[in-house]
């Protein structure tokens, strides 16, 4: 089959946010205990973090970790995770019904994350939480000294603040499972209020407003207005979710599923630019889509998951070959709206729905959904291009018309490189690159990640059943494989 994709140099999206490639780290199953914090495992290191993890998150180059959670954080009492461990509560959490032993909080987590390279993305309970505990956490967290709660981080033993910049308002308070679920207006309200003090106590922090769980709540877009209404002048960006899975055993149909992540996102971003004329308003509110992944594997298992352990195996989805397809649709789809979403997680980053894996007391490896993570987050960079696609579709029940060919251009320091989806689960497919504007592009290498098995996972055992390989190109005429994902690098050779 032929496709082919047209850009041009002058053509831009927008400039790719670094924080595009940002993870999520939950109190939640073995993210935490037995993920990043294992002070048995023969690897850890001086404070109990797992080493063999800390380099696996360090290859993906995530910039951002959104921390403690999720639905964990509605019911989270921060101060329980600070000061002498062996003083800390431990307490039933009611979100996934395990026990929190809070022997990591926010003293460890901080530092676990410039050990890892990355910046912390901190959210305030305001499920069971007050707009006072979320005000001393950002003075604990932020504020130099001479105060309560920034003595009493020294008095913890760290002088100096953690500086961090970015704070979730809560977490889908729209879902009626989340502690102290709240109604659009009850939330837009203790958002605003939450707001106010956390920039009073550090105007350099930056908010992002809880939107909908995913765009099928019967109050999506309802939702959005309404929290944007009461809370607009006092927040950076809006959330948005979203988890996906090949329920029906349909792969051609999964991997049209970042068709629905577009939509989601342009629907988004029309609602905020409602409220910003309404408004008469001229900030361009920016997205956060702080949760997305595919999440189904796991599902049935935990239902039945033993209620009140420490750490349980949960949301343990062990990622196959098509997943990686998926995730590499869906991370084309977020290039092509850098101009709008200036934060997304993958959710989540160790055991829980995650690239990385891990045995308690064993070995840790790389999921297939690891690598096209990996390569977007190192080589999707500077400007994203706006591409045409000219291609054949196919037709699915649920995501209407699917092209074969997912793809988009990214441009950065003196390299051009295309990452492209080829959806098709019987023809290889020979694209024609139009890229003017360059001059003449050497290919540098072609990365493909194929298997001729749709469902081949990696495990403990074989972490290597998945792995990325040389792709077929030769020149500048690429092939890409029936089911493959491709980068494709130019250096921009100039006239
Ligand atoms: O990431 C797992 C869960 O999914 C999070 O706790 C919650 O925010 C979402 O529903």
């Given at each position: ?20 490639y940002?993870?999520f ?41 959104r ?20 003083k ?5 959490e ?6 929190e ?15 890892a ?9 305001l499920?069971?939480?007050?707009v006072?505990d979320?005000?001393?956490l950002v003075?604990?967290?932020?504020f ?9 981080r ?15 308002l ?11 679920h ?19 106590t ?10 909908s769980?995913?765009?099928?709540m ?5 939702w ?19 988890y ?61 998951a ?21 995730v ?20 989540q ?69 295309v ?49 990325p390989?040389a ?5 500048t ?19």
């Amino acid at each position: 089959m032929k496709a082919k994709l047209t850009a041009n140099k002058s053509y831009v999206i927008g400039e790719i946010s670094p924080r595009l490639y940002g993870s999520f780290i939950e109190h939640l199953g073995r993210a935490v205990y037995g993920g990043i914090y294992e002070p048995d495992h023969p690897l850890a290191d001086d404070m109990g973090f797992r080493k063999d993890v800390l380099e696996l998150v360090r290859q993906l180059n995530v910039p951002i970790v959104r921390y403690p959670g999720g639905n964990f954080v509605s019911g989270y009492n921060w101060e329980d995770g600070t000061g002498d461990k062996s003083k800390r509560p431990r307490r039933a959490e009611l979100a996934w019904s395990s026990i929190e032993t809070n022997q990591v909080g926010i003293d460890e987590f901080q530092e676990w994350a410039s050990r890892a390279g990355c910046e912390v993305m901190m959210a305030v309970n305001l499920g069971t939480g007050t707009v006072e505990d979320a005000k001393n956490l950002v003075e604990y967290c932020n504020f130099p000294g001479g105060t309560k709660y920034s003595d009493l981080r020294r008095a913890n033993g760290f002088e100096k603040p953690f500086g961090i910049k970015t704070w979730c308002l809560g977490n889908e308070m729209d879902g009626p499972w989340q502690i102290g679920h709240k109604t659009a207006e009850e939330y837009g309200r203790l958002a605003c209020e939450a707001a106010k003090v956390m920039k009073l106590t550090d105007p350099s922090i930056e908010l992002v407003a809880c939107g909908s769980s995913h765009s099928g709540m019967p109050t999506f877009g309802l939702w959005e207005t309404e929290v944007l209404r009461q809370c607009w002048e006092q927040v950076d960006y809006l959330s948005l979710h979203s988890y996906y899975g090949n329920r029906s055993g349909d792969t051609a149909e999964f991997l049209g599923c970042s068709l629905d992540m577009d939509r989601f996102i342009e629907s988004v971003a029309a609602i905020c630019d409602y409220i910003k004329a309404i408004k008469r308003s001229d900030k361009t509110m920016r997205l956060s889509f702080d949760e997305w992944n595919v999440w189904y594997h796991s599902n049935e298992k935990d239902k039945q998951a033993e209620k009140w352990l420490v750490a349980p195996p949960l949301l343990e989805d062990a990622y196959t070959f098509e997943d990686a397809l998926a995730v590499g649709c869906l991370l084309i789809t977020l290039l092509k709206h850098a101009d709008r979403v200036k934060i997304a997680c993958l959710a989540q980053l160790v055991n829980v729905i995650a690239p990385i894996m891990t045995e308690n007391g064993g070995k840790a490896w790389a999921q297939t959904i690891y690598w096209p993570f990996m390569h977007a987050s190192r080589y999707g960079r500077g400007k994203a291009l706006r591409c045409v696609v000219e291609c054949g579709s196919y037709r699915t029940a649920r995501y209407g018309e699917v092209p074969y060919l997912e793809a988009i251009a990214a441009v950065d320091s003196g390299e051009l490189t295309v990452f492209a989806v080829n959806r098709s689960l019987d023809e290889d497919m020979e694209l024609e690159l139009d890229i003017s504007g360059f001059g003449r592009l050497e290919l540098i290498e072609h990365i493909a990640l194929t298997s001729e098995d749709l469902k081949a996972v990696n495990t403990a055992e074989k972490p290597d059943a998945v792995v990325p390989s040389a792709g077929k190109t030769a020149g500048t005429a690429p092939s890409l494989e029936k089911h493959s994902w491709n980068v494709l690098r130019y250096r921009i050779a100039g006239r």
